[in-house]
């Protein structure tokens, strides 16, 4: 969701400004524009509505050779999809110069303030009138050194929301200043050169280090140095962390899409989630940041997951691994609801919250009311450095490397890994034997192998795909740990294909979605082996007999003779604790190709954002 990046060196900011806003852009974004500071002191703007390439066509007609400047990739809330509401926004007397990522919840009021004092807005964006408080209250500075840093933070002060912000001053050339509130800031040092920008990717290996600011911090970068305060006044110390950034891991690298590149990757990710961490007897594993005792594990009596979207489909499919391996009762919230639900919870009980960007606004929320509460609260997360991972007691990282197609993939299938990992090692920790550890232990080390084995199936998969190109709604179907993967399998086809589809617990079938079968609406199965396989695959005769079509993903060895279902998906015979996983990658496939065969755009779906940082 919106992409800030600033600039402030030797070079023209043009250029590194669109490179920024073009590694952003997988956050989400319908309009965006960039803003610089000219030589002869002015500050120019160019913004349009629609994709990057509608702006850099713009920008081709203008001469921008300034070195200081900002780029900002809006996904609208305030206002609609116009030029006059992108940003960078300009305040009213022109003087300074703002994009913002965020929310300013009491916006309407401070622009009745500014409106009596001559400052009107022009746009419906709360930003313009964050840009107007900000002029306002630099104008009201004295001329002194810091008067820009001054005004940006006094303004603040009357504040209510979110913001990542990235500020110029036409009085104020050689300068810029950032703020953050609860929407991610991150700067970028690089040899005389700084940046501001949403997150590492915004620059990534065109800095040597990056200093994650925290909430109520203000940055102040001036041309040979930087320096970080508080909303207070307080001179912070700024810490440095060396970015390790791997272009490859962000280019197509030969295939047509991020997402397909990025199913193709899970073997390898899944590979790099797991390295490290099983115990050295092969009967358990381990986590260097819980910063929790086994003794402290053990005292747990309840976990509470919080999360959004595919992160909380695996969360729901780990509720099964838990109350199975470690007998640790477990509920899975949605983040926006818990924050506000204040459901009375026990002293032993454990948070976890998990969030591949580790931005995502309703799950730091819900961290932070469990914390206020005095919780304890852990993190699955992909997000080195992000909001959540910082905020958290302790945590866990996915090592999943960037995901850049907005529909998470292997990010959903890490989170798995990780979850059943961490099930494994409480139960561990409990009653869980050590030839039933051991066993999963085997299991997830042949995951990687059987990722790529599952990966086959896609020219399979691709012709499945051609033949339902045209459906206009579909249901998925599971059991047990497998009723998430068919949460999630919906989800990514209505994502990424924008086909109409839902999830269900198979058997609940019959208790109202039964009504929509019809040979209109076909339905995946996820029959996988295991005491369910009987009472799903007699679920697929009930299907059949209405005349849907019907496509199960089985296991091989289990479904051989007359097929069971009109197709049958065969992936390889695997313990059930890592079947979900495999699973998952079938559906994967199968929401891709079908949002390829209807034309659309597969890495970064009408309306999604990346990173959902606004509630
Ligand atoms: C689905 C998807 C979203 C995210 C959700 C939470 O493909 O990507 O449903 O899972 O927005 O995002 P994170 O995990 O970043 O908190």
Not at 117 to 130: A, N, Q
Request: net charge negative; proline share 4%.
């Amino acid at each position: 969701m919106c992409g800030i990046i600033g600039y402030l060196g030797r070079k023209r900011a043009k250029e590194i400004l669109l490179e920024g806003l073009r590694r952003l852009e997988y956050r989400g974004y319908d309009s965006a524009g960039v803003g610089t500071v000219e030589g002869d002191g002015s500050l120019a703007v160019v913004r349009c509505v629609g994709p990057l390439d509608a702006l850099v066509e713009k920008l081709s007609g203008w001469n921008l050779a300034g070195t200081v400047g900002i780029g900002h990739t809006r996904w609208a809330t305030h206002g609609a999809v116009t030029e006059e509401n992108a940003h960078p926004q300009l305040s009213a007397d022109g003087s300074i110069l703002l994009v913002h990522n965020g929310v300013v919840e009491n916006f309407a009021s401070i622009a009745i303030f500014l409106a009596e004092r001559g400052y009107r807005s022009r746009s419906e964006t709360d930003s313009e009138v964050l840009a107007n408080l900000i002029a306002y209250h630099c104008a009201k500075e004295p001329p002194q050194q810091g008067r820009f840093l001054d005004g940006v933070r006094r303004a603040l002060l009357h504040v209510r929301g979110t913001y990542g912000i990235a500020v110029l001053g036409k009085d104020f050339p050689g300068e810029m200043v950032g703020a953050r509130s609860s929407s991610p800031l991150v700067l970028g040092v690089g040899d005389r050169e700084f940046f501001l920008a949403s997150d590492v990717a915004g620059f990534g290996s065109r800095a040597r280090d990056a200093v994650f600011l925290n909430d109520g911090e203000l940055v102040h970068i001036r041309e040979n140095n930087f320096s970080i305060c508080t909303l207070g006044r307080e001179l912070v110390e700024a810490a440095l962390e060396a970015v390790e950034w791997q272009e490859a891991l962000v280019e197509k690298n030969g295939y047509p899409h991020f997402m397909l590149k990025e199913i193709f990757e899970q073997p390898q990710a899944l590979e790099n989630a797991m390295r490290g961490r099983f115990s050295a007897d092969g009967s358990s594993a381990h986590f260097g940041g819980l910063r929790m005792s086994p003794r402290e594990l053990r005292q747990v009596d309840r976990i509470v997951f919080c999360a959004c979207g595919s992160a909380r489909y695996a969360c729901l499919a780990a509720e099964y691994a838990i109350e199975r391996f470690a007998r640790i009762p477990v509920e899975v919230e949605y983040a926006s609801e818990f924050r506000y639900r204040n459901a009375p919870m026990d002293r032993n009980t454990l948070v976890i919250a998990v969030s591949q960007s580790g931005e995502t606004i309703d799950t730091l929320s819900a961290l932070r009311e469990a914390k206020r509460k005095g919780y304890r609260v852990l993190a699955v997360t992909n997000g080195v450095g992000s909001s959540i991972a910082r905020e958290a007691d302790g945590g866990i990282y996915q090592h999943a490397g960037p995901e850049i197609g907005v529909a998470g993939t292997k990010s959903f299938t890490t989170q798995l890994c990780i979850l059943t990992m961490l099930a494994l090692y409480l139960g561990r920790l409990r009653d869980l034997s050590f030839e039933e550890g051991a066993e999963i232990v085997q299991a997830l080390k042949d995951l990687p192998r059987l990722a790529e084995e599952t990966l086959r199936l896609d020219e399979a998969i691709r012709a499945l795909a051609v033949h339902y190109a045209s459906c206009q709604s579909m249901l998925f179907l599971g059991r047990q740990s497998l009723f998430p993967i068919a949460l999630e399998g919906a989800l990514k086809l209505k994502e990424v294909s924008y086909v109409h589809a839902e999830g269900y617990a198979a058997a609940e079938m019959k208790h109202g979605p039964i009504a929509l079968i019809s040979k209109d609406c076909p339905a995946f199965f996820l029959a996988c082996d295991g005491p369910m396989l009987g009472k799903i695959q007699a679920n697929v005769q009930e299907v059949r007999a209405r005349g849907a079509d019907t496509v199960a993903i089985a296991c091989a060895g289990t479904c051989e003779g007359e097929p069971f279902a009109n197709r049958v998906l065969t992936i390889p015979r695997s313990h059930p604790a890592i079947q979900p996983i495999l699973a998952t990658i079938p559906l994967q496939l199968f929401a891709y190709h079908m949002g390829v065969f209807r034309d659309c755009n597969v890495d970064r779906p009408r309306n999604l954002a990346k990173s959902v940082t606004v509630e």
